[in-house]
């Protein structure tokens, strides 16, 4: 079988101080792997702000060119968001293809996407990206136009672009509206019917979906398995699975999209109505790589994308996955925080989650029993649906029931209780 072709690329960066520079740029390399990539080399300037024409200097940018032409290069990432110009600069320079980070982790998400809402989320993400390009492009194109103030075809080769794309974003946000709206119409029924809420977060390959699908397995329910790999953004559709507990206790879990330093802010927006289910999530389990040696940043990483989409104060488990590789006492979990290390891959530890879970998610409920007069009928009907009811019983004088339910409710429905 024919070896797939790698792309031969160098890796750019320019290290203001703003961030973790060495870490952005292993992250980048993974990134560029995922989408098909080789590695030939790095680049890392420090420097106090990006070089407004080639984010970097013009003597690192002459080295960037002569390691090209020595290694034989096809491509050129750079670990920043470029602009149309930048981009246009650096490769009149060097002449080779120049991407940016934001074009590669959209090119990968793009790859992934299975759900009609996951391309249509990518596709938006995409064309929100190119639309401010346009004018730096349209104006190489438009030097075909020959003489001085001529209205050459680059120019209204741009205009019909524009027009096409911003009609197409209309398009898309009216689609997913529509989704959006069917997705509000299940939480509302779903909210009906009291059903918690457990959504796995986490940095992109920490093991949500392993996890998801240990706990699917442990509940017995290992047809509902979700797609799993070691690789980065391995799934970008959420799944939602309804996991029973052995104490009769029911949730949904959901397992989201994974997230990423520096995650382009067009596919935060794009991706929001996804992740609107950790908005309205009852619990955050955020899963941790802790065999990651700087996991530090990835958890700061996905506490600010979580603020960005206003989950952040949400009630949270930490679980420090993957600990079949490193020793627990190597891991310095969050201060004040409830921590957990587990292994969703040998199955470590995930009974004490799950215990975990069910204390956070049902600590309002009461076990009481009940007998309600055939009179209050609607008092039954409240009990069926809002309360997880493990006996009925049509009795002489009523309705007997065994159930758990909120303590608020259970003050209220108190005159019902029967020894």
Do not use: W
Request: proline fraction near 2%; include cysteine; glycine fraction near 6%.
């Amino acid at each position: 079988m024919e070896e797939k072709h790698l792309t031969r690329a160098i890796l750019i960066g320019a290290d203001t101080g703003e961030y973790d520079a060495e870490s952005s740029m292993d992250e980048l390399s993974e990134l560029a792997k995922t989408a098909g990539a080789e590695e030939l080399a790095r680049v890392l300037q420090k420097r106090e702000a990006y070089e407004p024409a080639t984010v970097i200097g013009e003597g690192k940018l002459a080295e960037v060119k002569e390691l090209c032409g020595s290694l034989g290069a096809e491509l050129l990432i750079f670990d920043c968001e470029l602009t149309a110009s930048q981009i246009r600069n650096v490769e009149d320079e060097t002449d080779v293809r120049v991407i940016d980070r934001t074009m590669l982790i959209l090119d990968i998400f793009a790859g992934r996407a299975v759900s009609r809402e996951g391309k249509l989320q990518v596709e938006l993400a995409q064309l929100k990206y190119r639309l401010p390009r346009l004018m730096g492009i349209g104006a190489s194109l438009s030097r075909l136009g020959g003489g001085i103030g001529t209205r050459g075809p680059g120019e209204k080769k741009l205009e019909t672009d524009r027009r096409h794309i911003e009609r197409r974003m209309y398009d898309i946000k009216s689609e997913l509206a529509q989704l959006k709206n069917t997705r509000s119409v299940q939480r509302a029924r779903r909210e009906k019917s009291s059903i918690p809420v457990v959504a796995l977060v986490g940095y992109t390959n920490s093991g949500k979906s392993a996890l998801m699908n240990r706990i699917l397995a442990l509940t017995e329910k290992e047809e509902k398995t979700v797609f799993e790999k070691n690789m980065l953004f391995a799934t970008l559709d959420t799944q939602q699975r309804s996991v029973v507990l052995d104490t009769n206790h029911q949730f949904i879990l959901v397992d989201t999209v994974g997230f990423v330093s520096k995650l382009p802010h067009s596919l935060v927006e794009a991706f929001k109505a996804t992740l609107e289910e950790v908005v309205y999530a009852d619990l955050l389990v955020h899963v941790v790589d802790s065999a990651f040696e700087n996991y530090d940043f990835q958890i700061e990483v996905t506490n600010k994308v979580l603020a960005e989409i206003g989950a952040g104060d949400k009630e949270k488990i930490m679980a420090y996955n993957k600990i079949d590789l490193v020793s627990e006492d190597d891991v310095v979990p969050q201060p004040g925080a409830e921590n957990l290390f587990i292994s969703a891959k040998y199955g470590e530890h995930i009974d004490g989650l799950l215990e975990k879970i069910k204390q956070h998610i049902f600590k309002d409920e009461v076990s009481a029993c009940l007998l309600v007069p055939y009179s209050k009928g609607e008092v039954s009907s409240y009990l069926c649906e809002k309360s997880k009811v493990n006996t009925m019983e049509y009795r002489e004088d009523g309705t007997y029931f065994e159930v758990e339910l909120k303590a608020a409710d259970y003050q209220r429905l108190k005159e019902y209780e029967v020894k």
